[in-house]
């Protein structure tokens, strides 16, 4: 990777959901970008760390590489909707059985670029990483802002489809009423050159 490829995230929220075993099949299975050799997997109590390892040796061992950064929750998941089975037209309360179940780790990736996305070497890899593990989740949704060698790009995946996304800049609500009652610091007689 040359440096004066410009790559950098500006902005990302992640709400990306799924299976432990999943992620854990995906990651042993996936093809890393350029840069990236590996992702090392961590699990420290329930927070999943996944960190970049890097194809340039000369990037010292101190040097903290790009990592995605997860909270492991446990979920009940049923082989049937219970909803749907509550639903349906059964009278007879007795004659029903208990609903198999089982308790399953998730991944999730929820939050924002600095809670979600952490440390800049490898940072834009690290997000194909991410977009890559979006597309293999069934549930959440990634959006995110991000600069490929000068260009803005949108990215939306809603529940494992990517969507379309543009970037749209626009004026903030308090931009302009900051701007007209704001302190113009420029022209105050109480400050003197």
Known sequence: ??????????????????????????????VYPDGVTDVELTRRNNTLILKAVSEDESVSKYTPAAQLKASVTENRVYEEDPEERRNSFRWDEEDEEEIESELVEFAAFKGDRETVLQNSLLQYEMFLVLCDIAQA????????????????????????????????VVEGPGDRKAAQTGVNWRDNKFISD
């Open 1 to 30: 990777m040359s440096t004066e490829d410009s790559r950098h995230v500006y902005r990302l929220h992640s709400t990306l959901e799924l299976p432990l075993e999943d992620l854990r099949e995906h990651l042993d299975e996936a």
């Open 137 to 168: 989740a069934e549930k959440g949704t990634l959006t995110a802002i991000s600069e490929h060698d000068g260009d803005l790009e949108a990215t939306r995946i809603v529940d494992g489809e990517p969507r379309p996304a543009d970037v749209e």
